[in-house]
Structure formats: C-alpha cells, structure tokens
C-alpha cells in the first residue's frame, strides 16, 4: 500500500492506495480509502501505508512493528474508517487447520475499532427528538453544516473537548455510523464556521427549542426564573470587550470573565440567555435582559411570575417587570431583614411548610409589608417571612468561623505590640484597619480600642453581646416579596425554592458541559461557545427529565458510567475455508443500559450495520483478487 495525492477541483485529495494483479495479471491499483486534505506529511506517508496494510492483513504479531506517536495515531485512524465504511477487502491467504466451531476459528476471533456509542446514541436521538436537523435546514443549514452542529453539541454532552480535537473525539464514537458520515480530511475550521451560522440564528433556534420542549411535555409554563452566572478565561482575552474582571463566584478574581444572564421556567428547561461584560453589576443585567423575557412568554396571554435572588431585586428593576406586565417573587437582601426583626420573634404566627415530613422544617408567615409606605411604588405587595434551621446553623457556623479568624488576626496585632515589635500608633491603627477590612462579618461585633498604659501602646477589644444576639434571632431568617395576592404562604415558598432548577441548571452547564474554563479569546467566539453549551443543555436536560417521569432520578455523570460501556466495534470472523468475515456493528446493551434506552424511547436494535467477507487468493495464484461484499 502507498500514499497519492489527487488533484480534484476542490483541492488536494490524500488516498491510500493499494496494487494488485488482475485475472491476466496485469498490475492495477485500487483506492483503500479517501482521507480528503488530512495534513499527513510526506515523510510519514511509507511508514504509515505499511503499518495500515500490517494492520489490515494481520500482520503486526509477526512484525510486532513499534511506531512513534504520531504514526500510531494515524494508523489507528485509517484502520477505523476503513472498518467504518465497510468497502474494502483485503485479500487474505487460507488459514491453517486448527479447531473450528461451525467451521469458524474460534481462537482466532477478535475484534478491533472499538468506539463509545451510549453516551452519543442518547445525544444523537434527543437531537432528533427535537427537530434539530429540521429546523437548521429551515434555516439554511445544509447537511454538512448541520452535522457539523450535531457534532459540536453532542461532544459537549458526552465528552466536552475544544474544536481543535472534536475530530478526533468524533472518529472514536459511534457517531460517524449513527450520522453516516465518516468526515474526511483534518480541518477543524467548519465547527468554528458552524458554530458562527449557530450564533447568528441563536433566536430562531431558541424559540423553537421552547415551543418543541413544552410539546414534547405539555408544559405550563406560569414561572420564569432569573438568575446570573460567569464564567472565566484563561488569558487575557484583549480581543473580547466583554472580557472584564469582576467579582467571580468560583473566586478566579485574576482572570478575566463574562457574566451569562438565563431564563428557565420553572422545570427548569432555558428559554432565553444574554452574554454581559465581566464586571456587570447583576442588578443592572435586567434592563437588556427585559426584552428576551418578553420574547420568552411570546405568545402567551398572561405573562408568568419572575422569581430571582436578592442580587437582582432591586426596586428600579421590580418597577421594569410591573411596567411590562410581570408579576414577581423575590428575595429581600440579607440587610433588609432587620427591620422585621419583631415579627421573627412571633414564633406562633409562623406555620410550618407543607409537604417535607422527611427534611428539616420551615416556618413561613404570610402578610402585608407594614414598611410599604416606604418604599418607591404604588402597587400592594406582600412578604414571607420565612425561617430555616439548616440555613441558621450554616449562617451561625459562617459567623462563628469569621469570629475565630478574626479574634486570632487581633491576637496576632495585639501580641506584636506588647512585644514593641510594632511602636507607631499610626502604623497600628492601620493594621487595625486592614484586619477589619478582611474580616466584615465579625468586626461589627467588636469595639477595638488602642490604649497608653505605663508600659507603652495595648491593644483592647470588647464584643457587643446585644448586637450579636439580635443578628442570632436572624440567622435562618429570610424574607420574601411579591406583588401575587392570591397565593398563600406555602405556595409563594414552594415557587421560590423552585430557583433551585436555575442553580441546577448552572452547575450542569459548568461541570457536566464544559462551560467553564472558556478557551476562546474573541467575542464572536466566546458567546458561540456559550450558545453550543446552551444547546447541549437542552440535550441533557430533556434526557434527564424523561428519565424523571419514569422514576429515573439518576444524575448524567452517573448515566455517562452505565452508558459507555455500550460500544461499536468490528469482529473478526475467520473462517477454516479461509473467509475471514468483517461485522461492524453495536454490541447487545447490558439491561441497565436497556433499562435507559427503553425510558428514552431508543431503538437500540436498529444500529447500522457493515458486513463484509474477505476471501482468501487461490492457492496457485496468489496475486488473484476475489472479494465480496454482503
């Protein structure tokens, strides 16, 4: 076998190429496989075609042919798309006698090319289920391009690698018999140009993304919940104006980040997104984000309620929703409680919410906000006050933790000036300033005072037990407000806590689908990788939750466990009249893997399917070519 590269009207075609004699003996060539541009250098063209051919005529025992990493790599390659597409047959030589099962060698079975299907069968089917392929070719997409996109998407769910590597993940999975494509030639420049195409239909895809997933479950809509989330760089990004440093919820401040603003209802399925500069204030995103909530209830009747934290609520920003027709339900800011504080104490007003027998109690108490006369609207509104004992135990813990730190810095200063270590007292005053800047939590609980005593400078410190215990009869404490009149207490807690779906939805996005770290540096680039995250967000999500209806309440890293077993791979059938028989296909899924097919609505049994048989060259002429293909 040996390398030739075919000029085409396209470009510059690489093929392997291999030489035969025919029935009258005369030499001819035939092509082993087409690798389109693949940048295989010229100097690694000898080695490679004859560890292929090795590969393929089963030589390497004999040869135990040793091949630098590079060579392997392509070796490897060649090998699997060969078995993928199934049209070349080698010519083989009878094989010797040995022990035969129904005429089959059995100690010389094998199998090779083996690729990971579970994971990509249940991204590829939930693709469909969704309508994808449709809807990009409504938009213009061809069938290239849209498989490109299925690519993109999926390796976020299954494996989530960058651009540069997608194909090489993509030969090693199930997806090119899945796709029926086996994506010749090496550029990774189509899933950059795809996922641009992606970009620039992001609200045509995201519309019928939410109109398909409500019809797929007949959802109801009624709750939308906003929440923000960032996401990091590493490098400085100079080319991304967006790229800005801000406070950042995984403490990267030295990186650069973009801040990413999402819409989900209440299941927890996204409707909308909005990409911000790094060091945009939350409570300032909703302003641009205002629209895509309005094109999210499109074209429902009666706009849902608009659930968000305590970051986002401010007033200016519940003024924007009442303004466009949005009811609310939000959390007051941690500092706003206190003015309540009475009203916590009344421990018999408070009822317990409904329905956790199983899980730690909370008190809730409906009424309407005595502060009302206060505040910049002309709308009634109620609160929950609502109290927790696990959020009271952590918030004690947080506070008892701050302390220690702080008393231990203060013991520290303190100790260095007995000592004289320390003699200005400008210079301590400073260090005094320092400590409390870094510990906020505890220092409004102390009194620090710097005395001249006889001996020279002492530091002293006194705790206010009153202040102190008031911010106890808070801890746990939290309160709610909306402008809905006709929920009752348990409902309006039962819908806030609902904002947990958006928390879940981040944290797939950032572990499960590799939205974080981003490894693009200009815009366009960033907020696409965003959009495919996204994407591949309304993969998983949908998995999870028809899994849910059927009981499945596992997470998808556990599902991925299960799922990867299941494999394509082709077995070697050699034969003892010399046949060897080539079957590429999926193997039989265990039953736990069966189980989640079943739930999904996968027809596992319906994998594609390449058989093929190599027959051996007649003893007296060697070089003679037969082959079939069934």
């Known amino acids: 076998m040996f390398f030739r590269l075919k000029e085409t009207r396209s470009g510059q075609v690489l093929k392997l190429v291999e030489s035969y004699r025919d029935d009258t003996a005369r030499p001819r060539h035939r092509a082993v496989v087409s690798l389109g541009n693949a940048p295989l250098a010229r100097a690694d063209w000898k080695p490679v075609a004859k560890a292929v051919e090795d590969r393929l005529y089963g030589r390497e025992t004999l040869l135990a042919r040793e091949l630098i ?69 409504t938009l213009g997409f061809n069938r290239s391009q849209s498989q490109a996109a299925a690519i993109s998407v999926i390796n976020r769910l299954a494996d989530p690698t960058s651009e540069h590597s997608l194909l090489d993940w993509y030969r090693r999975t199930g997806l090119p018999e899945l796709m029926g494509n086996a994506l010749r030639g090496a550029s990774d420049d189509r899933f950059y140009r795809v ?175 005595p502060h009302a006369a206060d505040l910049d609207g002309d709308r ?117 806590i609902s904002l947990t779906q958006a928390e879940d939805g981040f944290k797939a996005l950032k572990t499960d689908l590799g939205l974080r770290p981003n490894p693009h540096h200009k815009e366009e680039r960033v907020d696409a990788h965003v959009f495919i995250c996204v994407l591949a967000y309304h993969l998983l999500k949908n998995i999870l939750w028809t899994l849910e209806q059927k009981g499945d309440h596992r997470n998808w890293e556990t599902l991925k466990r299960v799922l990867r077993t299941h494999c394509y791979t082709t077995i070697l059938l050699p034969t003892r009249n010399g046949q060897t028989h080539r079957i590429r296909k999926a193997g039989q899924p265990e039953e736990c893997q069966k189980s989640i097919y079943r739930n999904l609505g996968i027809d596992w049994g319906g994998m594609p399917c390449h058989r093929s048989v190599i027959r051996a060259a007649p003893v007296q002429s060697e070089n003679h070519a037969r082959h079939t293909t069934l």
């Open 380 to 496: 009634p509104e109620r609160i929950v006050l609502c109290k927790s004992e696990p959020r009271g135990a952590k918030e004690h813990a947080i506070v008892s933790n701050a302390e220690r730190r702080f008393l231990d810095a203060l013991g520290k200063l303190a100790t260095r000036v007995e000592k004289k270590q320390m003699k200005a007292r400008s210079k301590i005053e400073q260090a005094i300033g320092r400590i409390q800047a870094r510990h906020p939590r505890a220092r409004k609980f102390y009194t620090i005072e710097l005395h001249n005593e006889a001996d020279g400078l002492r530091l002293r410190w006194t705790r206010d037990d009153q202040r102190l215990a008031e911010a106890a009869d808070l801890w746990g404490c939290y309160v709610l407000r909306t402008d809905e009149q006709t929920l009752n207490e348990h409902e309006l807690w039962q819908l806030y």
């Open 195 to 369: 996922s641009d195409l992606l970009l620039a239909r992001q609200g045509d895809i995201e519309r019928h993304l939410r109109e398909r997933q409500s019809s797929l479950f007949n959802l109801e809509r009624t709750v939308l919940l906003y929440d923000l989330t960032n996401t990091h760089f590493e490098g400085l990004c100079p080319r991304n104006p967006k790229a800005k440093r801000g406070a950042n919820k995984q403490k990267r401040n030295d990186c650069a980040q973009i801040v990413v603003g999402m819409v989900f209802d209440q299941y927890g399925f996204e409707m909308a997104h909005k990409i911000f500069e790094g060091n945009r204030n939350d409570g300032k995103s909703l302003v641009e984000m205002i629209s895509e909530l309005n094109a999210a209830t499109e074209p429902a009747k009666e706009k849902p309620l608009v659930v968000m934290d305590a970051g986002v609520a401010t007033r200016k920003n519940l003024n924007l929703l009442h303004e466009h027709g949005f009811g609310y339900l939000v959390n007051d800011s941690r500092g706003q409680r206190q003015r309540y504080l009475d009203m916590f104490r009344e421990q018999q007003a408070f009822k317990i919410v409904q329905g956790r027998a199983s899980k730690a109690p909370v008190w809730v108490r409906v009424m309407d906000d």
């Open 69 to 137: 990493a590079d060579h392997a790599a392509w070796v490897d390659r060649i090998v699997r798309q060969v078995g993928s597409e199934g049209r070349w047959q080698p010519f083989a030589s009878p094989a010797p006698e040995e022990e035969c099962l129904d005429g089959v060698r059995a100690l010389a079975v094998s199998h090779t090319d083996t690729a990971e299907l579970g994971p990509v069968l249940s991204g590829w089917e939930t693709w469909k289920r969704l309508g994808m392929p449709e809807v990009l070719s």
